[in-house]
């Protein structure tokens, strides 16, 4: 059995090369700018990724690897996407 907290959110950081786990999430309607609500988790007896269910910035649902995934906080909000500081911006802004 696979938990994980209702309001956990992740961003896309995806990998790339010939190994690349398969969707590719950038090539699949989601974005590097935004975090997405943890919708489900799935783990195919068949290998040891996981797979995150995720609705993209089209509304449409996709089983993305956990290793395009990287944590971006728990969010109390009825929210499924949220938009991410920009990390360029400077301080002397």
């Known amino acids: 059995m696979i938990a994980f907290h209702p309001h956990l959110f992740v961003r896309i950081v995806e990998l790339g090369g010939p ?19 943890v919708l489900g988790v799935y783990n195919p007896s068949e290998t040891s990724d996981a797979y995150f269910i995720l609705a993209n ?11 395009h995934l990287r944590f971006a906080g728990l969010h109390d909000t009825p929210a499924h996407h949220l938009d991410l500081p920009d990390v360029h911006a400077t301080a002397a802004d």
């Open 57 to 67: 910035d089209r509304d449409e649902m996709w089983f993305i690897c956990q290793r």
């Open 19 to 37: 190994r690349a786990p398969q969707p590719l999430p950038l090539s699949s309607g989601f974005s590097e700018a935004r975090a997405y609500r």
